[in-house]
């Protein structure tokens, strides 16, 4: 007696759509336990816990510095300039944010080394390069997909996203896109709460 197993159909791989919305989310969290923290800074209610800190921040480095920047610059951003006009003026100001983006996160990262036995005015710098980063970074994923994803969804062919599907499939986040088993994830989960 032969039995016939109905298995589902395999899951397409994710598209650089969905990849790029999720990473997103991702970094929009991560921004989120930073804000959060913020007023106490401002207020010396607490002072910066070096340690979740640094992991946060590695996490920024780690990945969207490393990771998801340049793969917007190389694949999605110089694609969607072949396809129009449209997009020049948000594409030139956020490779641009791209390029100083590191230079803005080191400060940050020196002020926080700053504030291990440092005073109230080391902990204010530090909470002020925060509110400033932070604030920059949402408003560049704001940037991105409020007007860089509609112009994409509007004029990549199928064709043009082929290569950044494959791109963006080849991202591993170390925290959210492999969970808690993750080499960061059980620290980096702690951190975000703990923000």
């Excluded at 990849?19 to 969290?29: K, Q, V």
């Excluded at 020196?110 to 080391?122: I, K, N, P, S, V």
Aim: hydrophobic residues 40%; glycine residues 6%; proline residues 7%.
């Amino acid at each position: 007696m032969h039995r016939n197993h109905s298995y589902p159909a395999p899951r397409p791989p994710p598209s650089a759509l969905a990849i790029i919305d999720g990473e997103h989310r991702s970094l929009e969290a991560v921004l989120r336990a930073l804000r959060r923290y913020v007023g106490p800074l401002r207020h010396h209610r607490v002072k910066p816990d070096c340690e979740v800190f640094a992991t946060i921040l590695s996490y920024i480095e780690t990945f969207a510095d490393r990771f998801h920047h340049p793969k917007e610059d190389e694949f999605l951003f110089r694609v969607l300039r072949e396809r129009t006009r449209d997009a020049d003026r948000v594409l030139l100001a956020l490779q641009h944010e791209h390029a100083a983006g590191p230079a803005e996160f080191n400060a940050l990262k020196r002020a926080l080394l700053r504030t291990r036995g440092g005073g109230d005015w080391e902990v204010e710098e530090f909470a002020f390069l925060l509110e400033q980063y932070t604030a920059s970074q949402g408003d560049h994923l704001r940037n991105e997909d409020g007007i860089v994803m509609p112009l994409a969804r509007r004029f990549l062919t199928p064709r043009d996203w082929e290569p950044i599907d494959l791109a963006f499939r080849a991202n591993r986040d170390p925290f959210f896109g492999i969970g808690a088993s993750g080499p960061m994830g059980s620290l980096m989960k702690c951190a975000v709460a703990m923000a």
